[in-house]
């Protein structure tokens, strides 16, 4: 660990319980916010390639019916 980091943790360490809980949970949401995007990304990837493959006939379309249902079949 870097000298500063080190530094860093002694002080959250010697913070109160409920702002311990605060940092950490501050800290967590911004992890959580870089994977959310990196999953919105490659969703919007993958409905560009869909849409794609749709527009140059290499996939036909399906009803919302027909996908819904075959979506809850697969659930369980």
């Known amino acids: 660990m ?5 530094e860093i943790e002694c002080a959250a360490l010697s913070l109160s319980d ?11 949401e911004t992890l ?6 990196d999953v919105e990304e490659a969703w919007l990837d993958e409905a560009e390639k869909r849409y794609e493959d749709y527009r140059k ?8 019916e027909v996908a ?6 697969s659930l369980g």
């Open 2 to 6: 870097s000298k500063t980091l080190n």
């Open 18 to 28: 409920k702002e311990r809980a605060l940092l950490a949970h501050r800290l967590i």
């Open 32 to 37: 959580d916010q870089s994977i959310e995007e």
């Open 57 to 64: 006939g290499r996939i036909g379309k399906v009803s919302a």
């Open 68 to 73: 819904h249902k075959a979506a809850r079949e």
